[in-house]
């Protein structure tokens, strides 16, 4: 498999987390967005939305979005570790808490967004990051309430605490949450008064899967 990404793209993020977790070896191809590279036609001719992640696969298929890939990748290697774990209630606590990351908080800050905000709206540098800091953080809180009323059901079903997102195992929950907080630590985002989100998180990087999917780690990361 080949994934078609950039090193800082939150979304691309959450697909090598993904790969890694899995144990699925893949080719690391660059896509740098700040330079265009998304919209050459070597890239865009494969992609409606031209965007990334793209993973495209050992068959030649060409797969977009990435909570979709990560759903791909879950029914197409389903003896790799799994990233929905559970029973159907559970995965889809999983499913919802990854996609509150990302399509409540992650499209209205996303380069495209915070470009258009500078650019063709006229605002400066310290309004982008401003509107960054508000939404995300706005975000996050309603994240760290999530992570509280499910906290509360599972101690009311007699479950233990989760030590991730959901459980004792990363998930596609933790797969979204980690970009979106090392984007936020990008922009000072305030993280304060967050014990649970910030919980998960340090359980999530701690893990060998996050840590071989850092953006520090790519082999882009100086471009």
Known sequence: ??????????????????????GLPYDYVPVH???????????????????VPALETED???LNQSLAIIEWLEETYPDTPTLLPGNALARA???????????EIHPINNLRVLGYLKNAL???????????QHWCRAGLEAFERQLALL????KAQGLPPSTFCWGDSLTLADCAL????????????????????????QAALATDAVQKAQPSACPDAQA
């Open 60 to 62: 030649g298929q060409w």
């Open 122 to 132: 006229g605002q400066s540098e310290e309004a982008k990051n401003a509107w960054y």
């Open 178 to 201: 980690v970009p979106q907080i090392f984007n936020a630590q990008r922009f000072n985002v305030d993280l304060q008064g967050l014990p649970l989100t910030m919980a998960a998180y």
């Open 33 to 51: 967005l700040v330079k265009g590279e998304h919209r050459a036609p070597a890239f865009a001719s494969h992609m409606g939305d031209a965007l």
């Open 93 to 103: 606590r999983i499913r919802a808490l990854a996609l509150q990351v990302a399509c």
């Open 151 to 154: 906290a509360a059901e599972r």
């Open 1 to 22: 498999m080949k994934l078609h990404n950039y090193f800082r793209s939150s979304a691309s993020y959450r697909v090598r987390i993904a790969l890694h977790a899995k």
